[in-house]
Nanobody, 117 residues
Framework: QVQLVESGGGLVQFGGSLRLSCAAS????????FGWYRQAPGKQRELVAN???????NYADSVKGRFTLSRDNAKNTIYLQMNSLKPEDTAVYYC???????????WGQGTQVTVSS
């Protein structure tokens, strides 16, 4: 079992910053990627950024240069530093672990990020 606990969402003004955290616990040996997705009202869930087992980070084009994903291996935690936030970044952000061998992905409970204009 893998559990994900998210924190750090909230309300921020245009151009502001927030940092999200996601702490993972449980059986993590089969993790392929560890990252963040987001889902805005009426839209599909989309990848924001993730990191794979060898440390390669992948970002959505819409957040490149503004968001930074980092990982603390000792704490099994990832952080998403979000700068220069825009109203279009408003969404529920979900932490995600993709696993190998056909195991179902694991999702966090979601944390709301709202950017006011």
């Amino acid at each position: 079992q893998v559990q994900l606990v998210e924190s750090g969402g909230g309300l921020v003004q245009f151009g502001g910053s927030l940092r999200l955290s996601c702490a993972a616990s449980g059986r993590l040996f089969d993790t392929i990627t560890f990252g963040w997705y987001r889902q805005a009202p009426g839209k599909q869930r989309e990848l924001v950024a993730n990191i794979n087992a060898i440390g390669r980070i992948n970002y959505a084009d819409s957040v490149k240069g503004r968001f930074t994903l980092s990982r603390d291996n000792a704490k099994n935690t990832i952080y998403l530093q979000m700068n220069s936030l825009k109203p279009e970044d408003t969404a529920v952000y979900y932490c995600n672990v993709e696993r190998s061998n056909g195991r179902v992905p694991v999702w966090g409970q979601g944390t709301q990020v709202t950017v006011s204009s």
